[in-house]
């Protein structure tokens, strides 16, 4: 497909996309600015889908390295959960083809307010300073479960993936924030490169565009990672509530509007 954009549309995808990136390696939710970006420059909604793809992949797996060379992820305990969390990515894109996601877009608000406000009311919901960090593989049927359920919800509809991914690592795992965090980013880099290559496959991806945004997102997120490393639960926990009820909010108004 061939794109005619204005230079102030690449200008404005560029910036949109640093901010995303930022956004995406703290807490995740940069797809909310990313992808009516994309509509909003006149990108058909499943290019958008597919395009984005390509661009979340360049951001997640940036603040993966990040989080990955500061120590925050050991990739030897948490294998089951890589492996259930590509499985899972596979089965929720195959699942969007046949099932019909409307009864998913009128729950999934519930959920996601409800992760705000256990965030809000719990004080150990972003974890505990005094966790010790587990140097043994956790439980692999928790990492099974958590994996293809996640990857799965990833690959068919994604909006609040990285809180899902944060908090319930903290629960399960009694993981610190900052490995949960390290934890989120890696497994959904796992799912964007698997959804990347199911669209991919299927022509819906605008390459020139997504890598574009891509190199903008990666900028942002070595920036968001290293802000959350360097500045922890104070940095992180408002912005992640933020992100949490701006993403309840926009699947509420889409869902019952």
Known sequence: MDLLLDPSHWAVLAVIG??????????????????????????????????????????????????????????????????????????????????????????????????????????????????????????????????FILGGYDGFAGPGIGAFWTISSISLYKLPLLHSCGLARVMTAVSNITALIIFASMGQVHWILGLWMGVCMMAGSFIGARSAIRFGIPFIKPIFIIMVLSIAVHLTWSAWA
């Open 18 to 147: 640093i901010i995303a990136g930022f956004i995406d390696a703290i807490v995740g939710g940069g797809g909310l600015l990313s992808i009516p970006a994309l509509l909003t420059v006149g990108i058909p909604p499943h290019l958008a889908l597919g395009t984005n793809k390509l661009a979340a992949c360049f951001g997640s797996l940036t603040s993966s390295y990040t989080f990955y060379k500061q120590h925050l992820f050991n990739p030897k305990i948490w294998k089951p959960c890589l492996y259930a969390t590509f499985l899972g990515s596979i089965a929720g894109c195959i699942l969007v083809f046949l099932i019909d996601p409307k009864w998913l877009e009128k729950i999934l608000p519930l959920l996601i307010i409800s992760i705000a406000i256990y965030t809000l009311l719990s004080p150990k919901a972003m974890g505990d300073k005094n966790i010790t960090l587990p140097k043994l593989p956790s439980p692999t049927n928790k990492q099974i479960s958590q994996g």
